[in-house]
């Protein structure tokens, strides 16, 4: 088993967690929470030996194979394949004592060692790497290509894959699903839950944990406790607790008031039967949820947008695209004030590519998108996060947007997204990602839209500000469009969802827990052949020298995406050095003044290179990704 006796760790002036005791027994899966910096990851630093503690021990058996993802890979022309291949060290260990054996022609050894190979699976290892990578959204053909090829989100889920091929007893789990899509989320959750092993996992999905796991530690107020049951037992214990509080019991009867209140409103108005009652058990769930939240830092809401046309923007038989290819054809759609739609489909399908269409960032290869003349788009993309500008504080930022208002009422209202303090006066270049995602929804709620396009909005977000955005969605009178593998997320905030696949742009009629079955039939039936029937020697033949002369067609594609993945590998290096200087609080001294705007000039020349980049390597992608079809 793991585990803690007594353990207290600082980090710097800062404790922690101290008195830390419970075990985690074999097969257990244990799901790590708490907001961000109070110590989950530096807790998985501790049982990997990386970090040592002030006081108490951390122990498990000393035969244990611990498993984690790594957060680097190194940039070759190895085949992806064989880097996932390389998470299974017993089979890298006895395919390197075969090849020796077979060097000095030893017979015994070669039989004993294939017989090895055989009682460990070691022949359906192949078949067992690939099966990894494509329940994490890879193709066929990316198993044999370089990884230097990959973008960094794409490695990301290599090192996922690697570290899942690993024969663990123990798998360390820093957020997942971060780079995933919801198709990879579901089937990750899948493969989890047939996991032997003990787990250990960080995540803010609320829907993952409470699939996957079956207690939960939870890390504040410098306590790490230990819970039995899934998220949503934690948080209905939490809850409990809470109440006994009477401060936190007087919050906790507003917050369900306000619950109470958009409940019925909602059900005055749903009409989708199957889509309305998941969606009233959801929200008449979140009516216990919210109690376990009251001591959240973030609080915000959307402040009424300042005018709502009828409708806000149609789309008549629109078509969209990269290099004149439509990723989506005859899409119509008109949005009222008040729709509130979620985005499904399978990974490149064009959710994103509608998104762009709706937010105007790609223009319509045909038909008509017609937007009214007071319409406001706030959208929100995780390219964002790059464009704001790291010399400035959260609060210049604000006033950049609104130079007339006080400098109070702004401060006042980026301490409900969590900037307290002097925290809104800091630099935002060494941010960390949730800060920055955190600031770029600030900007965008300020801004009174009338329709909200978010595309994975939750990425880097933790627990309590996911809450706090799905209460504030709640209370939003524009329309929202919202693509995220946060389950949990779109249950509470749509009551509508389109399913965006081969093309097409439809209503999903179902609810939402029934679309992990239809990817799983639509997976199906885009693996079964034609006919049933096994192909011919001829018709093997045809498809092979049809697919050469396709691979031969898209090899200039191929290679500028190369090119354009390399500059972006490139400028990530550059960004990354220069971010680690101005982490450095030394150069915000005043006698550095100048050394700080060249710096911060240099980096802000890089972020726009960068931004352009990924634009480039974005339509190149895409645009390959449809020409394989």
């Known amino acids: 088993m793991l585990q803690f006796d007594n353990v207290s760790l600082r980090r710097g002036p800062r404790l922690l967690f101290e008195g830390a005791s419970f075990q985690i027994h074999p097969g257990k899966k244990t799901g790590l929470t708490g907001a961000n910096g109070t110590g989950k990851s530096s807790l998985f630093a501790l049982v990997l030996g990386s970090l040592t503690s002030d006081q108490g ?27 996932v291949l390389d998470g299974d060290a017993q089979l890298r260990g006895l395919q390197k004592q075969l090849a020796t054996a077979e060097q000095v022609d030893d017979g015994a050894g070669i039989a004993h060692l294939h017989a090895e190979l055989e009682h460990i699976g070691g022949y359906q290892a192949n078949s067992r790497a690939a099966s990894l990578m494509s329940g994490l959204g890879f193709q066929t053909e990316d198993e044999v290509r370089p990884l230097a090829s990959f973008s960094g989100g794409w490695r990301m889920r290599l090192n996922l894959a690697q570290a899942l091929m690993c024969r663990s007893d123990l798998l360390l789990l820093d957020e997942p699903t971060n780079h995933l899509d919801l198709d990879a989320v579901i089937w990750l959750e899948s493969w989890l839950q047939q996991y ?76 989708k039967a199957r889509q309305a009652q998941s969606r009233l058990k959801a929200l008449e769930r979140m009516e ?57 489909g399978p990974n490149g399908a064009g959710k994103s590519t509608l998104i762009k269409l709706l937010a105007g960032a790609l223009a319509p290869l045909e038909g008509e998108r017609e ?58 270049a060494p941010f960390s990602g949730g800060e920055k995602s955190r600031l770029v929804l600030a900007l965008l709620v300020y801004q009174r839209p009338n329709l909200l396009l978010l595309d994975e909005p939750t990425n880097h977000l933790d627990l309590e500000m996911r809450q706090a955005l799905a209460t504030a969605l709640q209370g939003f009178d524009g329309a929202m469009v919202v693509v995220s593998h946060d389950r949990h997320l779109l249950r509470l905030t749509c009551d509508q969802l389109l399913l965006v696949h081969s093309g097409r742009v439809e209503e ?12 799983t039939t639509h997976n199906r039936a885009g693996r079964r052949p034609g006919t049933g029937q096994p192909a011919s020697a001829d018709q093997r033949r045809e498809r092979k020298r049809r697919a050469a002369e396709q691979r031969k067609a898209l090899q200039p594609m191929r290679r500028a995406l190369q090119a354009c993945e390399a500059r972006v590998d490139h400028l990530h290096a550059e960004q990354a050095k220069l971010e680690t200087i101005l982490a450095d609080t030394g150069l915000y001294d005043e006698r550095r003044k100048h050394e700080l ?26 645009a390959l990704e449809q020409a394989e079809g």
Not at 57 to 77: D, K, L, Y
Not at 317 to 343: H, M, S
Request: aromatic share 8%; proline share 5%; charged share 20%.
């Open 508 to 519: 999903f009629t179902d609810e939402l827990d029934a679309y992990a079955n239809w990817l």
């Open 288 to 344: 216990t949820i919210a109690p376990a939240h009251v001591d959240s830092p973030f609080h915000f809401g959307f402040r009424p947008p300042l005018k709502n046309p009828h409708p806000l923007i149609k789309l008549d038989g629109c078509a969209a695209g990269y290099a004149g290819k439509a990723v989506i054809e005859r899409a119509t759609l008109v949005l009222n004030p008040g729709d509130r739609i979620g985005l499904l």
């Open 196 to 271: 032997r092993g003990t787990l250990l996992l960080i995540s803010h999905d609320r829907d993952f944990l409470d699939r996957v796991c079956d207690q939960i530690l939870h890390i504040g107020h410098a306590r790490a406790t230990l819970y039995s049951g899934n998220y949503s037992a934690f948080e209905h214990t939490r809850a409990e607790q809470l109440a006994s509080q009477q401060a936190a019991y007087q919050k906790q009867q507003r917050e369900i008031a306000h619950m109470h209140g958009f409940v019925e409103r909602f059900r005055a108005k749903a009409t």
């Open 371 to 428: 937007p009214a003349r007071y319409l406001t788009i706030g959208y929100f993309a995780q390219h964002q996060l790059e464009q704001l500008q790291p010399g400035h504080s959260p609060l210049e930022h604000l006033q950049q947007v609104d130079p007339q208002a006080s400098e109070q009422s702004m401060r006042d209202y980026l301490g409900g997204f969590g900037f307290v303090g002097d925290k809104a006066l800091e630099a935002v």
């Open 597 to 622: 705007q060249k710096i911060l000039h240099d980096k802000a020349a890089v972020d726009q290179q960068l931004a352009a980049a990924e634009a480039d390597w974005l339509e190149a992608a895409e």
């Open 57 to 83: 021990r951390v122990n498990h058996p000393a035969g244990w194979v611990i498993a984690h993802v790594a957060q680097e890979m190194p940039s070759t022309q190895r085949a992806a394949i064989e880097y």
